[in-house]
C-alpha cells in the first residue's frame, strides 16, 4: 500500500509519514487487504478548521472531530481486488491537530500515540469497518485496534473500561 501524506500545522518534530507507514504495517499484519500494493491512500494531517469544513460537508456534522474516513471502496471490492493490475484509490483520512492535541492530553498521552491510534482507526474504517450499527461491530473494530496497538507497543486505550 503507498500513502500520498500531506502535512499542514502538524508539528515538524515528528515524521507522521513514517508514523503512517509504521501503523499501516500494524494494521496489516492483522488485516491482510490492507497489504494489497495496489491500494493507495491520502492522509491529511491538519489543522481543526478543515477538518471542521470537510465534517460539515460530508457529513453534515458542524464541528471538527479528531479523524475522518472516506472509504472509496466497499468491503467486498477490497477482500477481491487482485494484487496484480493499476492502483486502487482506498480512500482518504483527515487528522485534526487542536483536537487530536487536547484529547491526548486529557488521556495523559503523547500526540504520537493518541494519532498512531486515530490512524488504526482510519485505516480500518477504510478497510470497511464501521462501530456504529452496532456494538458486535464496535467491539470488533476495537479488538483489531487494541491488537495494532500492541504490535507498535501501545497500551490498550480502552483499558479502563469493563
Not at 493507495?40 to 470537510?54: K, M, N, P, R, Y
Not at 487482485?82 to 482506498?90: F, H, Q, T
Not at 456504529?132 to 486505550?157: F, R
Request: hydrophobic share 40%; proline share 5%; net charge negative.
Amino acid at each position: 500500500m503507498q500513502f500520498d501524506v500531506e502535512i499542514d500545522g502538524w508539528p515538524q518534530d515528528e515524521d507522521w509519514a513514517g508514523l503512517t507507514e509504521r501503523v499501516h504495517g500494524a494494521v496489516a499484519a492483522l488485516e491482510p487487504a490492507l497489504a494489497n500494493p495496489r491500494l493507495i491512500a491520502s492522509v491529511l494531517f491538519t489543522l481543526d478548521g478543515q477538518v471542521h469544513e470537510l465534517n460539515r460537508e460530508w457529513r453534515g456534522k458542524d464541528k471538527p472531530t479528531n479523524v475522518l474516513s472516506f472509504p472509496m471502496l466497499d468491503r467486498d471490492d477490497l477482500v477481491a481486488l487482485a494484487e496484480g493490475g493499476p492502483p486502487e484509490m482506498l480512500g482518504d483520512i483527515a487528522l485534526a491537530l487542536e483536537t487530536c492535541q487536547r484529547e491526548a492530553g486529557e488521556k495523559g498521552l503523547g500526540l504520537e500515540v493518541h494519532t498512531a491510534h486515530l490512524l488504526i482507526h482510519g485505516l480500518l474504517h477504510l478497510a470497511g469497518y464501521d462501530h456504529v450499527d452496532s456494538d458486535e461491530q464496535a467491539e470488533a473494530m476495537e479488538k483489531l485496534e487494541i491488537e495494532a496497538l500492541a504490535k507498535l507497543g501501545i497500551a490498550d486505550p480502552y483499558g479502563d473500561r469493563d
